[in-house]
């Protein structure tokens, strides 16, 4: 599998580690930027890897950024991305199962090169269960096609 990388300066380093776990577990690990500890807005990076996971260009990515928040409000941005943010591996585990993310975030401020680790492989590990999660995955896709709409739910269902 292919997985787009980005950070921003904080999550530079975290991200080099990061990079060579995933080639450890077997997959293609390409590095959207930034490329140095130099100062790099976190905004680029989400963007760039969101466009790249959005294209099917890769089939998953990683972004580490401060808290791991801000890099991932960038990528949710690009339409087809469901960024999740994860500090522990049961979260990046479910988020793929359940909702379908299709790229991780963190912080490296937040978590060391070990959790970061565990996050990743459970996430790259992990399967979208689909059933009554597709329905739900859907629901939040189309939200951003509304725009200022409101919408009245079915209400709880499973």
């Given at each position: 599998?292919?997985?787009?990388l980005?950070?921003?300066?904080?999550?530079?380093?975290?991200?080099?580690?990061?990079?060579?776990?995933?080639?450890s577990?077997?997959?293609?690990?390409?590095?959207?930027?930034?490329?140095?500890?130099a100062?790099?807005?976190?905004?680029?990076y989400?963007?760039?890897?969101?466009?790249?996971?959005?294209?099917?260009?890769?089939?998953?990515?990683?972004?580490i950024?401060?808290?791991?928040?801000?890099?991932?409000?960038?990528?949710n941005?690009?339409e087809?991305?469901?960024?999740?943010?994860?500090?522990?591996?049961?979260t990046?585990?479910?988020?793929?199962r359940?909702?379908?993310?299709?790229?991780?975030?963190?912080?490296?401020?937040?978590?060391?090169?070990?959790?970061a680790?565990?996050?990743?492989?459970?996430?790259?590990?992990?399967?979208?269960?689909?059933?009554?999660?597709?329905?739900?995955?859907?629901?939040?896709?189309?939200i951003?096609?509304?725009?200022?709409?409101?919408?009245?739910?079915?209400?709880?269902?499973?």
């Amino acid at each position: 599998m292919r997985v787009a990388l980005g950070s921003d300066h904080v999550g530079y380093a975290l991200k080099l580690e990061a990079m060579k776990y995933v080639e450890s577990l077997g997959h293609d690990a390409v590095d959207f930027g930034c490329y140095s500890e130099a100062i790099a807005d976190y905004p680029t990076y989400g963007e760039r890897v969101g466009r790249e996971v959005a294209s099917g260009g890769c089939a998953a990515g990683v972004l580490i950024c401060g808290t791991g928040v801000g890099i991932s409000l960038a990528a949710n941005r690009v339409e087809g991305v469901r960024a999740a943010v994860c500090s522990e591996a049961y979260t990046a585990e479910y988020s793929r199962r359940h909702n379908d993310a299709n790229v991780i975030a963190f912080g490296a401020r937040v978590v060391d090169a070990a959790t970061a680790r565990r996050i990743i492989g459970a996430f790259l590990s992990a399967s979208f269960e689909g059933g009554r999660h597709t329905r739900r995955v859907r629901m939040i896709g189309e939200i951003g096609k509304r725009g200022g709409e409101h919408s009245i739910g079915s209400g709880d269902r499973e």
